[in-house]
């Protein structure tokens, strides 16, 4: 038999009630393809790439701690 259910807080609900006796077991099959994940939920390196394209970059910060603007842009409102 197939039911139709959804995750929440992480626990599997179904959407109808059933009445499964304690122990049964039981395969879940996800209805949608996860994006980029494996048979065995894992990802691949490509598909990693492409998810998270600047992983690995290296980060410039020349002068993080001089103002965005300079000072004398700077207005006071009296």
Same mark, same amino acid.
């Given at each position: 038999m197939t039911y139709k259910g959804h995750v +929440?807080? *992480?626990?599997?609900?179904l959407d109808d009630f059933?009445?499964?006796?304690?122990?049964?077991?039981?395969k879940v099959e996800l209805a949608v393809e996860l994006f980029g994940a494996d +048979?065995? *939920?894992?990802?691949?390196a490509k598909t990693e790439s492409a998810r998270f394209p600047l992983r690995g970059m290296a980060y410039r910060y020349d002068a993080p701690l001089d103002p965005a603007v300079p000072?004398?842009?700077?207005a006071v409102n009296s």
């Open positions: +929440e807080n *992480g626990a599997i609900v059933v009445a499964l006796p304690d122990g049964v077991t039981v +048979e065995d *939920g894992t990802e691949d000072e004398h842009e700077w």
